[in-house]
């Protein structure tokens, strides 16, 4: 939350681009900084991203939603349409959901219900977009896209760097989980890149080496999230990540500055 309490939001040429935090894990510290003693717990928030300009609606991830019993501890959870509300917004009017990969703090919550027999689309007029990927879907993500497709929600899987709409791409990220992207978003000469779980916590751009275990490929991972550090650094691009509030810069020397 910014200081006048909405979710940090910034312009991208014409877009508008909102970092709403729906959900937290209560999670070991050592999740994002491997030195923490190991009883110590801290709370890991989850962010969905939303992107506006004229009618395009564009939310990247979902939040837990039907999924929020997925992990073995405390969770805060908000329900999307109440978060979506505090930048004045409903989930009917998302167009296009992106899902950056199917781990369920960002996935469960392009479905309501329960999990998993009984579950509907919780965005009724959005189509539902992720990176194709080479291997099977875990468990959970074939439930989700099993149930879509039963509410006639197909979930359109595509090819790397693939433009959703003018502007906007999903790209490959891999290392993280299977079919893992990041969202780039250029308008004009602004430029921003959404870099979902490539990094967990603003320590990790100094220290990428200290994100490695969430990655399915940790050595694949920590070959991402260099490169894109690289790329990213000392650019001005705006990003932003799924765990981290607020919207930042990459500083040369690999620093994290934020930025709103
Ligand atoms: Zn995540």
Known sequence: MTPDGGPPTVHVGDWTVSLVELDALHAPLRWVLPHAPEEELAWLPCHVLLCRRDDQIVLVDAGLGALDGFFDMTVRTTPLNEGLGWVGCSTDQVSTVLLTHFDPDHAGGVVVGDFPDRLAPALPNAQVVALLQDGALADHAAAIVSA?????????????????VPGLRLSSAPGHREGHAVVELADGDDRFVFLADTV??????????????????????????????????????????????????IEPGFFWVDVV
């Open 200 to 249: 967990h916590a603003r320590e990790h751009v100094a220290h990428p080496e200290w994100d490695f275990l969430h990655d399915s490929e940790p050595a694949i991972g920590l070959e991402t999230r260099q490169r894109l550090l690289q790329e990213l650094s000392g650019s001005g691009t705006l990003v932003a990540c799924s765990h981290i509030g607020s919207f930042g810069r």
């Open 148 to 164: 879509l497709s039963t509410a006639g929600a197909t979930v359109a899987f595509v090819d790397d760097h693939t433009e959703i």
